[in-house]
């Protein structure tokens, strides 16, 4: 849908052969539309939980075991269990949106519902991408206290100012450009949709100013 004006003139363009769209019409198809957006977002959530649950416990399990970090362990653990439970309360705020979406029958409630809907989704990525982030510095301190080989490398890296400094930017330009990449994933991931809630926004705040 372009636009509510747009849409008017069309439907009194053909108002002798179509029956001429109400505002009350033009809510309906715009809280049919921001309810399926918003269960849109609940499942790609849950989808995504579960694809990074199963890659990480494909891919993790082999290195992690050869790496002898006992007395990190604990931590770990509860940083994990802290990050689903993280992102299990993101999903139940996702799912109560999706809830009173749905149900609303106020114009207003409906546009308040949905800039709840568009900040919760933005906290969600942000702080996935600053867990991302903190995962990424996590595994290369891992890597230089307790992986062998890259122990030998950082004992050589003590001897070379120059090389150290360079080995430390290349791992910032890494972790820059894995920030990017997911960032990019979410902004298409969640971004599209966010976008068509906000023309939905607008749309509605139309039809608030001419009741």
Sequence with gaps: MEGLELLKKDWKKNENSFAQLTDTDIYAMLHKKSSSIVKWILIISILEVLLWTGVSLINSDDYIN??????????FT??????????LIFIVLFYNNYRRISATESTRQLMTDIIKTRKTVKFYVWYNLIMIAVTLVMGFIIAFN??????????????????MALILALITLCIALFLGLFWLFYRLLYGILLKRLLVNYKELKKIDLAE
Aim: hydrophobic letters at 40%; charged letters at 20%.
């Design 66 to 75: 050869k790496l002898e970090y006992g007395a990190l362990s604990g931590y």
């Design 78 to 87: 509860a940083f994990n269990f802290f990050n689903y439970a993280v992102i």
């Design 146 to 163: 307790y992986n062998p080989e890259v122990i030998a490398l950082g004992e050589k890296l003590n001897h070379d100012g120059k090389l």
